[in-house]
């Protein structure tokens, strides 16, 4: 069972429309998560990092929550555009190695329509 | 600018032939991934470098082959294609996981037919 999971699978919304995708993680230590967004056929770009005394963290019309106790996590999108459409991936680190490892989310596929 | 390259973006090839799908960075980043990505799934990790002269396989297991001559450079071989390896090929690169995560390549899509 992957450690984390990401809802919903596949999102379609109206432009200038806010969103929110959803993480849940039973990776332990935890360490640090984050969000990435993945464009088709790109590499994955990070957009916030939250360690487990941070709540909330804003980038721009991307704001990520944090609530280290339920192991939740959540990634919301204002006034989304056009170009928001991608996939959404969920990566929590833990601290079980001096090193780190990474678990990732299999994604949120957002598609933004005009 | 530091970043990260990968090349080619996209390979089709026949079975049995060997390739090798190139990484650099120029960021100086002693560490380097591979990862491989099949489309509505999680990535995996196939190998990993901790630096120079330093190899190791990650959780997927994979039948490609990694070497690290080069700080920079991290090139993945697979010495006879299947059409089992079609997927997306990720290299990535990082200075410290915890605090500053990855730095991902574009990516190359092969195709093997």
């Known amino acids: 069972k992957n450690q984390v999971e990401q809802s919903p699978q596949s999102l379609i919304i109206l432009e200038g429309k806010n969103c929110t995708l959803q993480?849940?993680?039973?990776?332990?230590?935890?360490?640090?998560l984050r969000w990435y967004k993945q464009d088709t056929g790109r590499g994955p770009v990070s957009l916030t990092i939250m360690t487990f005394s941070e709540n909330t963290k804003s980038n721009g019309r991307y704001t990520a929550t944090l609530d280290a106790d339920t192991k939740q996590s959540s990634l919301h999108i204002t006034a989304s555009q056009l170009s928001d459409s991608a996939s959404y991936i969920c990566v929590v680190s833990d601290r079980g190695s001096t090193l780190g490892r990474l678990y990732f989310g299999r994604g949120t596929q957002l598609t933004v329509w005009p | 600018e530091a970043d990260i390259y990968q090349t080619p973006r996209y390979l089709v090839i026949g079975t049995g032939k060997k390739i090798t799908l190139e990484c650099s960075q120029t960021m100086g980043h002693d560490k380097m991934y591979w990862y491989q990505q099949d489309p509505g799934m999680e990535l995996h990790l196939i190998h990993y470098s901790y630096g120079v002269n330093s190899t190791e396989k990650g959780d997927l297991s994979s039948e490609s082959t990694v070497s690290r001559i080069r700080t920079e450079h991290f090139p993945l071989t697979l010495e006879s294609a299947r059409p089992s390896h079609t997927s997306q090929y990720l290299c990535?690169?990082?200075?410290?996981?915890?605090?500053?995560?990855?730095?991902f390549g574009s990516g190359t899509r092969l195709t093997v037919v």
């Open positions: 990535a690169s990082s200075e410290s996981i915890r605090k500053y995560g990855y730095t």
């Open positions: 993480c849940n993680y039973t990776v332990s230590p935890f360490s640090n």
